[in-house]
Structure formats: structure tokens, C-alpha cells
């Protein structure tokens, strides 16, 4: 877990050839800070050797600690090796807990707070600094009083003193936040991916070379092939020349664009011969500096739009032809607003004879609010000269709803001068009920009748046009339900729809007139809050909204208890771009449900320098293993009875070109969730098989080497078949090769992982559950399944001489598995005592510390046959 390294001295800013600086060089020591600084991101820190002169060392640093949002430390290494604390700044308690009153302590306590697995590191690192003088960089775990186990990352400058001591300046930084933040933004992008790829649009991403880098389910079924038919090929290797080129030169538009383009053109599908109008937009991804690195690509089926709207124009055309020579109403009105004329059909609407309107305004005839924009448009008709159009909604005295589309076209005098209006009716109430049934579809969510995503979008874009005009603040949150599957998986469909619409009211009840509260889908709701003064009025908004959804639900006569997590971010603080917003503040509701959820969070800028971090990590990780820059460190196995070496676990490392050596907890949930475990799966496999058949063969005692496999790999269904091949190609044998897996495998898809399980056994590999107790366990399993060997999580092992309860729980363990006959692993020790421990117990077979750290593979070469064990 622990992390260090130490850097040559022009990584600070020092200029090597030079002295050293003292303990009162303040220029050398705001340099070397300076420097420091910037690395960790303190960019607001500007350190001159004039800003302190004369003041003793500690208020030298004191004065620097003030300008820093890290911890800063002064400690000194003398003769005899040990390390104690010179000067210690306050923010110093918050990384390691409550401090000493003797700041010579701070280095005794930081180092008996380091968790047990670090401080040996620890240790090394700053040995190795204070030999070399070069700057030294770690990170550490802290188990802090009040915060439980904590992340922290230390860099320090060493400068050796007149006296031949060495002194080492350095920050100190809680990294426990920034780690967590990291995991639930790869579990978002995970969420993302998969509901990219389930949506009923055609979607696709092309690189710039044209080759199809990604296509969803919905492209597969229209392109009548599958992903793996579409991945790495282009346009011309899967359709007709003359329509392939057709989609290269749109994408090359698009590009040259560097805008959304929108076409639309008719379709005949090939597998049915039907016709379809299919919109295609295609979207040119850019890279930092602006340049088209691909296009990203999705098509709609918008048959039925393009018929409902070729629908309504042919009926206003008609409308337009047909009117004169109609029986629809027809009136003519002066310039005193009275009416002139009316045709029987107007008489016959309005007051049953033609006779009976003359002389009347139209706010005699019709209802106040009718009346009185019928005179505000003829009063515009006959001042401006030119026509207008306006829809009247009225109801008859049967309580029947019409509308009706009035016309008023000018009539002119020989002069040019307006001397009166004529007034055509036509009766379209059908058409405004189809119109009003078709904005009810298109705008709003039909089950809890809120505005849906298309509205939200309009809104939003309106509002922020609004909030740039008038100086004003708006925000925007993102709501998601907690838990709310539960109630789906448990009462059904319908109670989860009525519990929805229940909450669509509850948070309508929250918010003001102004605002807008939206369903964008499932159990996610939005609400767009314009004009606001402050952050606190977005917090007010949000407390009600966590109070209402938190009080009890009542679902087909059961209560329902669920809570809420709140996203926020606003404009302009974050940003004014619509979709910029919408995706702060779902980042910022993601870090609510990852911090307990029933809670709100604002967006802060480092949620999205995390995510751009996650994604360039995965980018290298695509070409890791072509680049050869992944590699095996091994770690032996050793019989606790003789000491002997009986095999090595195969541990994964990725020689990362600009990040140095990094271990799998930084990159495996990476490789999970984009699949590319699969593919370094099969990598670890076939090196591991190599080493195995290199260490095993006549004569020899066998020597295991353990392989770690991914749920992944089994996923995929070709695990058989890669093992059948790593094993002819390598010459290695499956009783060499010990197959690790984890308990949750288990626990899913039981049939097919039997069946494979069992396959693999009878070709001959050993089945290990690693990290045994630490998961969801079923113990039915360890009968039901072919299991050979229960490796004991690191955690027992650690916690047996200090905890009774761990070492009856270790004891249960190891009884459990010797009465079923299973091989039992200790993972994780570090002491004789420990060793001694298990032995005592009957477990047989250890790997830790006590005996080696992970090594390369000739390293491991080199370590001796046996290793010697206490008494």
C-alpha cells in the first residue's frame, strides 16, 4: 500500500551543484518550498527571501505554513538515526490526530500512528533520502484517532547541517477524500457506458482514420452485425462502396464543421425492404488543442415525426385554399372595433342569427380574456396594415372546449388606408387537442406528468440566457431516489410508478412558482432555479427536498421508506453552458450517494480534474500491453513445517512510462469496467504458464505458481478455450498452476461458473478462493463447488496476536478447512510470531513479508530454496 520514491534534487528546484542550504537560508529554503509547492497544486504560494528576514527558523516556517493548505514539517535525522520533529504547523493534527505539547514528539507519533504495513517503507524511504540528499516523496497510511485509516501523502526537501545532521523540510497531505472521489467517478462512467449502450439510437464512435471504435446494441441489430464484426473496421468494410463513401464524406463534414451536423435521408433496410427516414447527427470529438481526434455518431428513426408533421402542413394548406369558399365564420370589422358584417356560420356560432353581432365589439361577444385579444390584434390590423393570426379557446354553453383559428387580413381605401378587417373563423379544436397531445408527449413525462428531459433542456438553455442578461444567479440539481430498485425488485413495476408519482408531487411542493421541477428519466429528477441571491438559497431548497422525500412513503397500502441525494451546480459560478451544468451537477450527485447519500453536494472543480485523470489512465492502459510495459512480480509460498519454497503468487505490475511502477489497486477497476481485463487476463496467464514450466520439470519438486482471475474473464465464456491454448503454447502443465478466485464469483451466475470451475479442475488446475472471509460468504459453497485451497485474508492474520476474537475466528477457519479436506494459505505475514502462530494451528503453506516482497521474476530466481523459521 505504502508508495515511495525519491527524486533527484532538480525535481525541487535546487540547483544541484550548489551547498546545501541551511536551516536559516530562507531563500534556498522558499525555493525548494516554492517548488514543493507547485507540485501539490498550491499555486497560490509566492515565497521571497525577503519576506521573513532575520526571524528565527520555526517562525520562518510558521510565516510559510500560513500560506499553505497543506501541512508543513520541519524534522531532523542526527548521528544515532533517529528522527525527531523541529517545527510542526497546526494543520498537521488534522492529517494524524491530536498532537503532542513536546512538537519533538510529532515524529515518534507519526510514525506510531503509520499503519503497521507502512512504517518499514516509510522507514527506507527516508533513509535512502538522508543518504542521497535527494528529495523524497510517499504515501502512507495514518490510523487516525478520530478518523479511522487515512491516506496521506508526504514530500520532503533533506539539506544536510554544518553539524553532519539532516534536516528535511516537507508538506504533508490527506489524500483519503481524493481516493474515494476517484472510485465513484469510475463507477459513473460505468453507469454512463452502460446506458449509452442500452438506449434505442443508433450510437457509434470513429477514430479520425474512419475505423468504428465503439457501436451499441441498437446499431448491431439495424447493421445486422455483431460488435465484434464493426470494432477496427471502417465504412468500406462493411457496406456498399457508393453508401460507405456517403458516410465518410459526412463524417468528414462534421470534422471540418467542428459542429453537430444534422442530416436526414430515407433508409431502405436491406433485411426488410421498408423505407424508414432516419436523422443522423454526428458530433466531431476534439482533443485539448482543438484538433479532430474521431466522430461520435447517433441515428433516430424519425419516421412517424416527419409524417405527423407533413400531416399538419398539408391540413394548414388546405386550411389556407379551402377557407374563402367555406362555411366557416366570417365577420368585418371597422375601425371603431364594432362589427360590420357576419356570415350565417358566425351568426349560427356565436348568437344564433348573423343580425344579432352587428354593432358589437368582440369583448361583448366573447369571454373577457377572448374579447380582449380579438381587439388588441384588430387594433395592430388596422394601425400597421399588415395581417394577422390568432387562436381563440373558448367553451359553448354545453361546457364543449373549441378553438378556433381567426384570420384577419386589411382592407384597404382607394387611398392605401386601412378602412376595415376581415375576420375568417375556422373551427380547429381536433387540431389543437392533437397539438396540445402532441406537446404533452414530447414535453412532458407521462406518468408523473412533470416536464420531461426535452422540456428541461429548452428551460434550462432559457434560463441561463436570462441569468446572463440580468446579472442574476441560477442553479441547477440533479435528484436521484436511494434505493428506489428495492421497491421495484420487491412490489413490482406499479408500486414503483406510484412512488415516483408521489415523488414528482413532494418535490413540486418544494420548490417556487418560478422554478422548474423535471423527470429526465427513471428515478433521476432535476429542478432549474433561476434569480437566485446565493449559494443559501439553493441549500434551503435542497434541505426541503431531503426532509419531504425523507418522511414515509405509503405504496398500495405498505409504507415505503427511500431518501434522496442532491447534485448542484451554478451558473455562472461553474460554468454556462447548458449540458457543462447538467453533467457538474451530476458528478456533484454522485458524490453525495458515494458519501452516505441522503445528502446534497455543490460541484467543486476537482470532481472534474479527477475524472479527466481517470480517463488518460485508462487511455495508457488500452496499450499497455503492446507496449510492453506490464510485467509479473512473485511472491513465494513457503511451508511452515520446513520453511521450504513450495510455488509463488503471480502479481501484476504496470511499468507505467511517466507514473514509474504502479501496483493493480490503482488500475484494476479501470481494466474492469472498460473489459480490458480480459485481454491482460490472458497476458498474466500465458507469462505465468512461462515461468511455471521453467521452475517445474523432472526431478524438481513442484513449485505452484498462483494465478489471480477476474469475474470478467468468465463473463466472457472463452476462458476454457485461453487455457486450453496457454497451455499448449507455454508446455506447461495444469497441476503447475493454481487458478485464484473470489468469493462474490460464487455468489453469481452459479451454473455457468460450476460448469467451468469443474472444467477447469479436471483439466488439472488448482481452484483457490483468495481473500477468503473478507466477502459476501455462503459457506454452501466450499461443498457445492470444486474448491482446493481457502486462502486467509491478510486481515486475520494481522489483527490474531492482538485480537482474541480474530484468532478464534483464524482457528475456525483452518478446523473448517482441514474437515473438508481444503488447503489453507495465510496471506500477509510479517513475524516470526505470527509464522510460529500458524504452524501451531496446522495451517501448512504462508506468503508475506517475513519471508519476501513481491520480486521480479530472476529475483525470485535468486532467493534461497528454504527460508528458516523461529522455534
Not at 433561476?530 to 414515509?552: G, V, W
Given at each position: 500500500?505504502?508508495?515511495?520514491?525519491?527524486?533527484?534534487?532538480?525535481?525541487?528546484?535546487?540547483?544541484?551543484?550548489?551547498?546545501?542550504?541551511?536551516?536559516?537560508?530562507?531563500?534556498?529554503?522558499?525555493?525548494?518550498?516554492?517548488?514543493?509547492?507547485?507540485?501539490?497544486?498550491?499555486?497560490?504560494?509566492?515565497?521571497?527571501?525577503?519576506?521573513?528576514?532575520?526571524?528565527?527558523?520555526?517562525?520562518?516556517?510558521?510565516?510559510?505554513?500560513?500560506?499553505?493548505?497543506?501541512?508543513?514539517?520541519?524534522?531532523?535525522?542526527?548521528?544515532?538515526?533517529?528522527?525527531?520533529?523541529?517545527?510542526?504547523?497546526?494543520?498537521?493534527?488534522?492529517?494524524?490526530?491530536?498532537?503532542?505539547?513536546?512538537?519533538?514528539?510529532?515524529?515518534?507519533?507519526?510514525?506510531?500512528?503509520?499503519?503497521?504495513?507502512?512504517?518499514?517503507?516509510?522507514?527506507?524511504?527516508?533513509?535512502?533520502?538522508?543518504?542521497?540528499?535527494?528529495?523524497?516523496?510517499?504515501?502512507?497510511?495514518?490510523?487516525?484517532?478520530?478518523?479511522?485509516?487515512?491516506?496521506?501523502?508526504?514530500?520532503?526537501?533533506?539539506?544536510?547541517?554544518?553539524?553532519?545532521?539532516?534536516?528535511?523540510?516537507?508538506?504533508?497531505?490527506?489524500?483519503?477524500?481524493?481516493?474515494?472521489?476517484?472510485?465513484?467517478?469510475?463507477?459513473?462512467?460505468?453507469?454512463?457506458?452502460?446506458?449509452?449502450?442500452?438506449?434505442?439510437?443508433?450510437?457509434?464512435?470513429?477514430?479520425?482514420?474512419?475505423?468504428?471504435?465503439?457501436?451499441?446494441?441498437?446499431?448491431?441489430?439495424?447493421?445486422?452485425?455483431?460488435?465484434?464484426?464493426?470494432?477496427?473496421?471502417?465504412?468500406?468494410?462493411?457496406?456498399?462502396?457508393?453508401?460507405?463513401?456517403?458516410?465518410?464524406?459526412?463524417?468528414?463534414?462534421?470534422?471540418?464543421?467542428?459542429?453537430?451536423?444534422?442530416?436526414?435521408?430515407?433508409?431502405?433496410?436491406?433485411?426488410?425492404?421498408?423505407?424508414?427516414?432516419?436523422?443522423?447527427?454526428?458530433?466531431?470529438?476534439?482533443?485539448?488543442?482543438?484538433a479532430a481526434i474521431g466522430v461520435l455518431g447517433l441515428a433516430r428513426d424519425v419516421t412517424e415525426r416527419k409524417r405527423i408533421e407533413e400531416m399538419l402542413a398539408k391540413r394548414e394548406q388546405e386550411?389556407?385554399?379551402?377557407?374563402?369558399?367555406?362555411?366557416?365564420?366570417?365577420?368585418?370589422?371597422?375601425?371603431?372595433?364594432?362589427?360590420?358584417?357576419?356570415?350565417?356560420?358566425?351568426?349560427?356560432?356565436?348568437?344564433?342569427?348573423?343580425?344579432?353581432?352587428?354593432?358589437?365589439?368582440?369583448?361583448?361577444?366573447?369571454?373577457?380574456?377572448?374579447?380582449?385579444?380579438?381587439?388588441?390584434?384588430?387594433?395592430?390590423?388596422?394601425?400597421?396594415?399588415?395581417?394577422?393570426?390568432?387562436?381563440?379557446?373558448?367553451?359553448?354553453?354545453?361546457?364543449?372546449?373549441?378553438?378556433?383559428?381567426?384570420?384577419?387580413?386589411?382592407?384597404?381605401?382607394?387611398?392605401?388606408?386601412?378602412?376595415?378587417?376581415?375576420?375568417?373563423?375556422?373551427?380547429?379544436?381536433?387540431?389543437?387537442?392533437?397539438?396540445?397531445?402532441?406537446?404533452?408527449?414530447?414535453?412532458?413525462?407521462?406518468?408523473?406528468?412533470?416536464?420531461?428531459?426535452?422540456?428541461?433542456?429548452?428551460?434550462?438553455?432559457?434560463?441561463?440566457?436570462?441569468?446572463?442578461?440580468?446579472?442574476?444567479?441560477?442553479?441547477?440539481?440533479?435528484?436521484?431516489?436511494?434505493?428506489?430498485?428495492?421497491?421495484?425488485?420487491?412490489?413490482?413495476?406499479?408500486?414503483?410508478?406510484?412512488?415516483?408519482?408521489?415523488?414528482?408531487?413532494?418535490?413540486?411542493?418544494?420548490?417556487?412558482?418560478?422554478?422548474?421541477?423535471?423527470?429526465?428519466?427513471?428515478?433521476?429528477?432535476?429542478?432549474?432555479?433561476?434569480?437566485?441571491?446565493?449559494?443559501?438559497?439553493?441549500?434551503?431548497?435542497?434541505?426541503?427536498?431531503?426532509?419531504?422525500?425523507?418522511?414515509?412513503?405509503?405504496?398500495?397500502?405498505?409504507?415505503?421508506?427511500?431518501?434522496?441525494?442532491?447534485?448542484?451546480?451554478?451558473?455562472?459560478?461553474?460554468?454556462?453552458?447548458?449540458?457543462?451544468?447538467?453533467?457538474?451537477?451530476?458528478?456533484?450527485?454522485?458524490?453525495?450517494?458515494?458519501?452516505?447519500?441522503?445528502?446534497?453536494?455543490?460541484?467543486?472543480?476537482?470532481?472534474?480534474?479527477?475524472?479527466?485523470?481517470?480517463?488518460?489512465?485508462?487511455?495508457?492502459?488500452?496499450?499497455?500491453?503492446?507496449?510492453?510495459?506490464?510485467?509479473?512480480?512473485?511472491?513465494?509460498?513457503?511451508?511452515?513445517?520446513?520453511?521450504?519454497?513450495?510455488?509463488?503468487?503471480?502479481?501484476?505490475?504496470?511499468?507505467?512510462?511517466?507514473?514509474?511502477?504502479?501496483?493493480?489497486?490503482?488500475?484494476?477497476?479501470?481494466?474492469?469496467?472498460?473489459?480490458?481485463?480480459?485481454?491482460?487476463?490472458?497476458?498474466?496467464?500465458?507469462?505465468?504458464?512461462?515461468?511455471?514450466?521453467?521452475?517445474?520439470?523432472?526431478?524438481r519438486p513442484v513449485q505452484k505458481v498462483a494465478v489471480n482471475l477476474s469475474v470478467r474473464q468468465f463473463q466472457t465464456r472463452g476462458l476454457l478455450a485461453l487455457a486450453e491454448s496457454v497451455l499448449e503454447e507455454t508446455r506447461c502443465r495444469a497441476e503447475w498452476i493454481?487458478?485464484?478466485?473470489?468469493?462474490?464469483?460464487?455468489?453469481?451466475?452459479?451454473?455457468?461458473?460450476?460448469?467451468?470451475?469443474?472444467?477447469?479442475?479436471?483439466?488439472?488446475?488448482?481452484?483457490?478462493?483468495?481473500?477468503?472471509?473478507?466477502?459476501?460468504?455462503?459457506?454452501?459453497?466450499?461443498?457445492?463447488?470444486?474448491?482446493?485451497?481457502?486462502?486467509?485474508?491478510?486481515?486475520?492474520?494481522?489483527?490474531?496476536?492482538?485480537?482474541?476474537?480474530?484468532?478464534?475466528?483464524?482457528?475456525?477457519?483452518?478446523?473448517?478447512?482441514?474437515?473438508?479436506?481444503?488447503?489453507?494459505?495465510?496471506?500477509?505475514?510479517?513475524?516470526?510470531?505470527?509464522?510460529?502462530?500458524?504452524?501451531?494451528?496446522?495451517?501448512?503453506?504462508?506468503?508475506?513479508?517475513?519471508?519476501?516482497?513481491?520480486?521480479?521474476?530472476?529475483?525470485?530466481?535468486?532467493?534461497?530454496?528454504?527460508?528458516?523459521?523461529?522455534?
Open positions: 500500500m505504502i508508495k515511495c520514491q525519491t527524486m533527484s534534487a532538480n525535481a525541487c528546484g535546487c540547483d544541484a551543484a550548489a551547498a546545501p542550504p541551511t536551516c536559516r537560508d530562507v531563500s534556498g529554503l522558499a525555493r525548494c518550498l516554492g517548488d514543493y509547492a507547485r507540485l501539490l497544486g498550491e499555486r497560490t504560494l509566492e515565497l521571497d527571501a525577503a519576506s521573513c528576514p532575520g526571524l528565527p527558523f520555526q517562525e520562518q516556517l510558521a510565516s510559510l505554513a500560513d500560506m499553505m493548505s497543506a501541512a508543513l514539517f520541519a524534522a531532523r535525522i542526527g548521528d544515532d538515526g533517529e528522527l525527531s520533529c523541529v517545527y510542526a504547523s497546526e494543520k498537521i493534527a488534522d492529517a494524524i490526530g491530536p498532537l503532542p505539547k513536546d512538537v519533538g514528539r510529532v515524529a515518534e507519533l507519526l510514525f506510531a500512528r503509520c499503519h503497521p504495513d507502512d512504517q518499514a517503507a516509510m522507514r527506507a524511504c527516508l533513509t535512502a533520502s538522508a543518504r542521497t540528499l535527494d528529495p523524497c516523496s510517499t504515501e502512507i497510511r495514518i490510523l487516525h484517532p478520530g478518523k479511522g485509516e487515512r491516506q496521506l501523502e508526504i514530500k520532503a526537501v533533506p539539506q544536510r547541517q554544518p553539524d553532519g545532521t539532516v534536516l528535511w523540510i516537507g508538506m504533508m497531505r490527506d489524500l483519503t477524500e481524493t481516493r474515494k472521489i476517484t472510485r465513484e467517478l469510475d463507477e459513473t462512467n460505468a453507469r454512463l457506458l452502460s446506458v449509452l449502450r442500452t438506449i434505442p439510437d443508433m450510437v457509434w464512435l470513429k477514430d479520425k482514420s474512419g475505423m468504428y471504435k465503439m457501436c451499441n446494441h441498437a446499431f448491431e441489430r439495424r447493421s445486422c452485425k455483431t460488435e465484434a464484426e464493426i470494432i477496427g473496421r471502417s465504412d468500406f468494410d462493411l457496406y456498399e462502396p457508393e453508401l460507405a463513401a456517403s458516410f465518410v464524406q459526412k463524417d468528414r463534414e462534421a470534422t471540418e464543421a467542428g459542429k453537430v451536423c444534422i442530416n436526414e435521408e430515407w433508409v431502405t433496410y436491406p433485411e426488410t425492404g421498408e423505407e424508414r427516414l432516419i436523422e443522423t447527427r454526428k458530433v466531431p470529438i476534439l482533443d485539448s488543442v482543438g386550411f389556407r385554399t379551402l377557407v374563402e369558399h367555406s362555411s366557416d365564420p366570417i365577420l368585418r370589422y371597422g375601425p371603431d372595433l364594432r362589427c360590420r358584417y357576419a356570415n350565417p356560420a358566425a351568426g349560427a356560432l356565436l348568437r344564433n342569427q348573423a343580425d344579432g353581432l352587428l354593432g358589437l365589439r368582440p369583448s361583448q361577444l366573447l369571454v373577457r380574456e377572448n374579447g380582449e385579444i380579438f381587439e388588441r390584434f384588430l387594433s395592430d390590423v388596422l394601425t400597421t396594415g399588415g395581417e394577422q393570426e390568432f387562436e381563440a379557446v373558448w367553451k359553448d354553453d354545453a361546457g364543449n372546449r373549441f378553438c378556433h383559428l381567426v384570420k384577419l387580413t386589411p382592407e384597404f381605401s382607394t387611398e392605401g388606408k386601412v378602412t376595415s378587417v376581415l375576420a375568417v373563423g375556422r373551427d380547429i379544436s381536433e387540431l389543437h387537442t392533437s397539438r396540445q397531445k402532441i406537446r404533452q408527449i414530447a414535453y412532458y413525462d407521462q406518468l408523473t406528468r412533470l416536464p420531461n428531459r426535452a422540456l428541461f433542456n429548452e428551460r434550462l438553455r432559457r434560463m441561463i440566457s436570462d441569468a446572463a442578461i440580468s446579472g442574476q444567479m441560477a442553479g441547477v440539481m440533479v435528484i436521484d431516489l436511494d434505493r428506489f430498485k428495492a421497491v421495484n425488485d420487491t412490489m413490482g413495476h406499479p408500486a414503483g410508478d406510484a412512488l415516483l408519482h408521489e415523488v414528482a408531487q413532494r418535490l413540486s411542493s418544494c420548490v417556487r412558482a418560478v422554478d422548474t421541477v423535471a423527470r429526465l428519466g427513471g428515478d433521476e429528477f432535476a429542478v432549474l432555479v433561476p434569480d437566485i441571491r446565493c449559494r443559501d438559497d439553493l441549500e434551503q431548497i435542497a434541505e426541503r427536498i431531503l426532509r419531504k422525500c425523507d418522511k414515509r412513503f405509503v405504496v398500495q397500502g405498505k409504507e415505503v421508506f427511500v431518501s434522496c441525494s442532491v447534485g448542484i451546480a451554478m451558473s455562472p459560478d461553474h460554468g454556462t453552458e447548458p449540458d457543462e451544468l447538467v453533467q457538474y451537477a451530476d458528478t456533484a450527485l454522485y458524490s453525495a450517494k458515494g458519501n452516505g447519500r441522503n445528502a446534497f453536494r455543490f460541484y467543486t472543480k476537482e470532481l472534474t480534474a479527477h475524472a479527466r485523470e481517470r480517463l488518460m489512465l485508462e487511455l495508457d492502459l488500452r496499450h499497455a500491453v503492446r507496449r510492453g510495459e506490464m510485467c509479473l512480480h512473485y511472491q513465494p509460498k513457503v511451508c511452515l513445517k520446513n520453511g521450504r519454497r513450495s510455488g509463488a503468487e503471480a502479481l501484476l505490475r504496470w511499468n507505467h512510462p511517466r507514473l514509474g511502477m504502479i501496483s493493480p489497486d490503482r488500475f484494476m477497476a479501470v481494466a474492469e469496467d472498460t473489459g480490458l481485463i480480459v485481454d491482460i487476463g490472458a497476458w498474466v496467464l500465458r507469462e505465468a504458464c512461462f515461468a511455471a514450466a521453467e521452475w517445474n520439470g523432472p526431478d493454481e487458478l485464484e478466485i473470489t468469493e462474490s464469483l460464487l455468489l453469481e451466475e452459479h451454473e455457468h461458473v460450476l460448469e467451468t470451475l469443474t472444467a477447469l479442475r479436471k483439466m488439472g488446475f488448482t481452484i483457490a478462493i483468495d481473500d477468503f472471509g473478507t466477502g459476501y460468504s455462503a459457506l454452501s459453497y466450499l461443498t457445492r463447488f470444486p474448491i482446493d485451497v481457502l486462502k486467509i485474508d491478510r486481515s486475520f492474520v494481522s489483527r490474531m496476536t492482538s485480537d482474541g476474537r480474530s484468532m478464534n475466528l483464524l482457528k475456525a477457519i483452518l478446523s473448517l478447512a482441514h474437515s473438508l479436506d481444503l488447503e489453507v494459505v495465510a496471506e500477509g505475514v510479517e513475524t516470526s510470531e505470527q509464522a510460529a502462530i500458524l504452524r501451531n494451528f496446522h495451517c501448512r503453506l504462508a506468503q508475506g513479508y517475513l519471508f519476501s516482497r513481491p520480486v521480479s521474476k530472476d529475483a525470485l530466481e535468486t532467493l534461497p530454496g528454504s527460508f528458516p523459521l523461529a522455534k
